[in-house]
């Protein structure tokens, strides 16, 4: 019953912004938290950023500190994760989940996600 999906991505030059944006349904969204993760070829799926439901608090990884700010509109159910001076290294699928710091157990299996390609 549980659906992410995840918008957004596409290819963008280094220094260059992209919004993505998880469109969620078959729960509360507004009681859960929600975070993004990020995942490259031959590595584990990696903590981006979460957002607590009412957004009263948010996490976010070093390597995105002051770059990326994730939020999220209650009456959308959606999530957002606006990415400015992009680097190559932020190449990757990204996914969003159900939880903070950690997924939370009881929803569904990780979607397909969304690319995001910075290159020159």
């Known amino acids: 019953q549980v659906q992410l999906v995840e918008s957004g991505g596409g290819l963008v030059q280094p220094g260059g912004s992209l919004r993505l944006a998880c469109a969620a349904s078959?729960?509360?969204?507004?009681?859960?938290?929600m975070s993004w993760y990020r995942q490259t070829p031959g590595k584990e799926r990696e903590l981006v950023a979460g957002v607590l439901s009412g957004s009263e608090g948010r996490n976010y990884q070093d390597y995105v500190m002051g770059r990326f700010t994730i939020s999220r509109d209650n009456g959308k159910n959606t999530v957002y994760l606006q990415m400015n001076s992009l680097k190559p290294k932020d190449t990757a699928v990204y996914f969003c989940s159900v939880g903070y710091c950690r997924p939370l157990e009881g929803f569904a299996p990780w979607g397909p996600g969304n690319q995001v390609t910075v290159s020159s």
């Open positions: 078959g729960f509360a969204f507004g009681s859960y938290p």
